[in-house]
DNA sequence: TAGTGGTCTAGACCACGAG
DNA sequence: TCGTGGTCTAGACCACTAT
């Protein structure tokens, strides 16, 4: 008979595994077998079931060590994938209308402020941009941007008049690090303003920043309306 | 000579081929060598490369199809690891006191806006819990919560007069499935009063839901004085 | 020092999906 | 249809760290 076995996936394991953790058969803090032991129970090899823990361990519902072993997490932090979208697609996908239009733009140096931001010193040139972002004419997005002109001298040859600095900076400055700071804040007159935001509105604000190669290549306050704005993260173990 | 090859590994392989995108040999939408040639450039074997290109993959820099390829991404979603922290913790860890204080309890029946979100039939049984965290005695996060007593019926013998929910919950029911919805708001009256909010200062709201085995098993709306909370994620490709 | 995870290799078969 | 990624195996050596 060749109808063989089917092979034990990475998949079953982490399933598997998976299960028995919900299960409470291991409860947080407990000892699981190592990698070998498992791969006996489930049939595989151990690079299967290395593999399995390895996914395991990345989602946080495990912790692994060299000797000690694996063992269930004690408290989980709610690890969560979330993706910041680009401000077109995002809008495009909601099925509106995309529009840009640029405010202002020029060139500048970096004040104190700017410096601790930037990572460098005070004096260095910057390229000062600010837009708006609308789905269907109305206000979706402000966008407050400082580029570094060192990091990317191409900018200062981007008038931004058609292109947002965004998408511009997406195709023309890779990055290496990234990081977004979430908050929720009373816009200013400006904000409220611009973004045309009801009475009492807040804004919610996305701040970023992308280094290349060490440097900070461009910081950038993202503000939403409230109203209108929110960010979703969906995380399932078991997929 | 015994100093023989020293082997590489796919964190070489995956600096590599991050090196040479970011360097723009391989722009946006090009189409990077095959797995096996890879290996052969690199000096591995393709379960090395498979690696690395899986790992790149993962970060969305890259976009990978059977028979079509690997291809270095257009528009790259800004994927980020958000870490939701445990209330509890992210007090501690910045230095402050913790404290917990139960508002309210009681058990209640889903109506027809809350069967929606329990995925469930209206009239089923739910837990309701209103509760404070403070950090140094000042007003941190205002949690509003529900439990279904289906999916957790040992929470109606718990009365959450010293744990919070947050805890009891993370220990006592594991979930398979979480959605975390950001939004920034406009207290009502009660949360003014209770986060002990400045004029005109919003709150930072993260609802959260979790699942298990398909059933959602708690819904809660976690609200915080924008002043004093931020969600920082940072990513770093090169690591 | 010994045990556990971390990783690499060489070879193999399979599944998807572009052309 | 057939090339590319997806995955499994068996065996091996290494690196970290608990004891």
Redesign the pocket.
């Known amino acids: 008979m060749n109808a063989s076995k089917p092979?034990?996936?990475?998949?079953?394991?982490k399933a598997g595994v998976l299960a028995r953790i919900l299960r409470r058969d291991w409860p947080p803090g407990a000892l699981?077998?190592?990698?070998?032991?498992?791969?006996q129970d489930f049939?595989?090899?151990?690079?299967?079931?290395?593999?399995?823990?390895?996914e395991l361990?990345r989602t946080g519902i495990i912790e692994?060590?060299?000797?000690?072993?694996?063992r269930v997490a004690l408290s989980r932090p709610e690890a969560a994938m979330l993706t910041v979208p680009l401000v077109r697609d995002e809008i495009e996908r909601a099925g509106g209308a995309y529009g840009y239009a640029l405010i202002e733009r020029r060139e500048t140096a970096a004040d104190a402020a700017l410096a601790v931001r930037f990572e460098t010193a005070p004096g260095a040139p910057l390229l000062f941009v600010r837009c708006l972002h609308l789905s269907d004419g109305a206000p979706h997005q402000l966008e407050t941007r400082w580029i570094a002109l060192d990091a990317a001298p191409a900018a200062a040859r981007e008038p931004f008049e058609r292109v947002s600095p965004n998408e511009w900076l997406l195709t023309e400055t890779p990055y290496d690090r990234i990081e977004h700071i979430l908050t929720a804040a009373a816009p200013d007159a400006d904000e409220r303003a611009r973004l045309a935001l009801g009475p009492g509105e807040p804004v919610f604000v996305i701040e970023r920043r992308t280094w290349r190669a060490g440097a900070v290549v461009t910081a950038a306050r993202l503000s939403h309306p409230a109203s209108r704005f929110r960010l979703i993260s969906r995380t399932d173990w078991a997929a």
Chains 1, 2 share one sequence.
């Open positions: 092979l034990i996936s990475y998949k079953d394991v699981l077998p190592t990698e070998e032991a498992l791969a049939g595989c090899s151990r690079a299967t079931a290395n593999r399995a823990l390895r361990a692994r060590r060299r000797r000690a072993g694996t």
